[in-house]
């Protein structure tokens, strides 16, 4: 494996179509699609300023690392993606990825984050500004996820969430087979129109939550004095532990 460390790159596609590199201590100033159509690459320690950098990229690994505000639409159209214990100040990351591992990332800015992603495994995630966060998304596991952002998880399909804090208004809109256990999820309308939404030992706050919805499971869960006018024209199953 090609080892670069201890540089910067600019401009225009500077690695173009790399195979088998590892960088260490790299910056990466203005310019665009940096590492485009690359395959196999390591990146450590290294601070990305430029749009597109990893996009069409194959079996990426990238550890403390930060992508800045300028970073932005950093990495569309992979696989086999893995970030770990990085900072990530730029929105729109992560489109069209198939395989994606986050661990240790904390996100400030994450609107439009994760759209059309599949098979996803994330562990100890902070996200800010995350609204539309997971639109789209299919076959995600999460353990470990703070979220402040609205409208999450849209149309997503096949999720288990545990020990997650949402504050999201409009959070789980028309998902199928989402499952969340030991949460707390706050925020206005939650769940309407899914299908097959399970909550176990959750606490859920807001208005009009879990309304029009089909087959839902409520497991041990406590009721906020303001969530108010819930379960309407939905079918459900609930075990409640609380004044509604």
């Known amino acids: 494996m090609e080892i670069i460390s ?15 590199l590892r960088l260490e201590n790299v910056k990466f100033y203005p310019g665009e699609s940096a590492l485009k159509e690359c395959s196999n690459i390591e990146a450590f320690n290294c601070e990305f300023l430029g749009k597109y950098p990893f996009w069409h990229n194959e079996n990426v690994l990238i550890k ?45 800015s994450a609107g439009e984050t994760i759209w059309n992603c599949r098979n996803i495994k994330l562990r100890n995630l902070e996200v800010r500004g995350g609204d539309y966060i997971f639109m789209n998304g299919s076959d995600i596991d999460i353990d470990g996820f703070y979220l402040q952002g609205n ?13 997650a804090k949402l504050d999201s208004k409009d959070a789980f809109w028309k998902t199928e087979n989402v499952t969340v256990y030991d949460s707390e999820l706050n925020g206005e309308y939650l769940g309407w129109h899914s299908k097959n939404l399970k909550l176990v030992n959750c606490k859920i706050s807001g208005t009009q939550p879990l309304c029009y919805c089909t087959n839902l499971i409520i497991e041990n869960c406590a009721m906020a004095e303001n969530a108010d006018l819930c379960f309407e024209y939905s079918t459900l199953q609930a075990d409640v532990n609380s004044t509604i």
């Open 151 to 163: 409208y999450s998880f849209q149309d997503a399909k096949n999720v288990v969430i545990r020990n």
């Open 64 to 108: 403390h690392s930060l992508f800045t505000v300028y970073g932005r639409a950093a990495i569309w159209y992979g696989k086999n993606i893995q970030m770990i214990d990085t900072i990530v100040d730029a929105p729109k990351m992560f489109r069209e990825i198939d395989g994606l591992f986050l661990e240790n990332v904390k996100f400030s």
């Open 6 to 20: 201890n540089t910067f790159f600019e401009g225009e596609r500077p690695l173009f179509a790399k195979n088998d």
